[in-house]
Structure formats: C-alpha cells, structure tokens
C-alpha cells in the first residue's frame, strides 16, 4: 500500500487517511486547511486506495448503486496502516476520512487503541449491519467527530437514504458511551467540499487535543 506524506514528516502527531487517486490530488491543500484552521505541526499520511469497495469494507455487503457490491477488506487494510506506523511512544495517531473512508475509520477505532480519535467526515453510515455492530462493541478512542451533508438523506436510493437516521444513532450511542462526539450539519450533498469538510473534521480532533495538554499543563 503506498503511502503519501505530506507536512512534518517528523512531527510526533500523524493524521491517517485512506484515499483514493482524486483524493490524494486534494491532500495538500487539504494539509494547508488544517494548519491553518488550527496552527499545528502534523504529518498527513494518506493511504493510497485502489479497490475503495473491498480495502474499506469491513464486512461484505451487496451493491447499492450500479453492480459493484463491497467486499470485506477493511481487517487486511488496517493490519498494513498499523505495520507501516512507527513504534514510537510519543506517537499520537488520528484517523479519518470522507464518505466510505470515515466509515473505515469509525470500525477501525473498534478494532484498535492505536488511534487517539476518529475524524469521520460524511461516513456510510448507512452500511448494512454498522450501527448494530457498534452496539455491540466498544469504542477504543475517546474523542468521535461526525458530519453529514443537510441533503444526504434526501437521495433517492432506499439504502443510502438511511444515513441521516442511522448517523444520529450512531451520534446517540456515542454521547450515551461517554465518548467525547460531536455531530455536524454541513450545508449541501454528499459531494460537496469532501476537502474541507474532511479538514475540519480533523481540525476539530487537533483543537481538543491542543485542549487537553492544556489542561494537563495547569
């Protein structure tokens, strides 16, 4: 799996994403976004994604539009990020994505403790069979940012159609959890500003660990 770095490579605060090819062209300027928004140091790491369908699937599931149905990668897909990570001990790792690569992201804080928090930018949430897996498994990170187009859940696909209510709860679960979550609204589809929308959500995650050196520092 080939990885993409961009900003520190250095920096003890790595953020993960899996991306596809029209992705990886917008991670740099996804980087600056962050940065700005938030005036940290980071190294994005982005995992370049060829099968988006099987690598980010954790379970398979038929198609819900055109004839490709999902396969059940996700398991063989984290396995290589946690290889690929260095082993170190001040190494904070963040982990996020748009679309089906948040709702990646959000199993793979079920499956791991390696992720301080989860940044999950208009996820699938209407992935057959997801919100019942989360029912039954805990969360292993403390902080959950989610978001969702307003006009999401207005398409015309019966399956997809199910995000808004699926998305709220996941966001009820979360709160009830004592996981530390926030759900927003942004304006727009599913395919408007994955950049910034994905940008925010880890600005979001950057913030409130800026928040607790803070208080661990008074």
């Not at 490709?68 to 990668?73: I, V």
Request: with cysteine; glycine share 8%.
């Amino acid at each position: 799996m080939d990885i993409h770095f961009f900003g520190d490579p250095d920096s003890p605060i790595r953020l993960v994403q899996m991306a596809d090819r029209a992705e990886l062209s917008e991670m740099g300027r996804e980087a600056t976004l962050v940065r700005n928004a938030t005036g940290t140091d980071f190294c994005l790491c982005a995992y370049a994604v060829e099968d988006w369908n099987r690598e980010l699937s954790p379970w398979a599931a038929p198609a819900v539009y055109g004839k490709n149905g999902f396969g059940d990668g996700a398991r063989k897909t984290l396995e290589a990020v946690l290889e690929s990570m260095p082993q170190k001990k001040d190494l904070k790792m963040l982990i996020g994505g748009y679309s089906l690569s948040a709702l990646f992201a959000l199993w793979a804080v079920h499956e791991t403790d390696r992720f301080s928090g989860v940044a999950c930018a208009s996820p699938s949430a209407w992935f057959p069979g997801f919100t019942d897996y989360m029912e039954k498994r805990k969360i292993l990170t403390p902080r959950v940012y989610l978001s969702l187009g307003e006009k999401e859940e207005k398409t015309k696909n019966p399956v997809m159609a199910t995000v808004g209510t699926r998305i709220r709860e996941i966001y009820a679960h979360l709160l009830e959890s004592g996981t530390d979550c926030t759900l927003e609204w942004n304006e727009g589809g599913h395919f408007q500003e994955p950049t910034e929308r994905t940008a925010k959500a880890f600005a979001w995650l950057l913030k409130k660990e800026k928040e607790k050196e803070e208080r661990e520092e008074n």
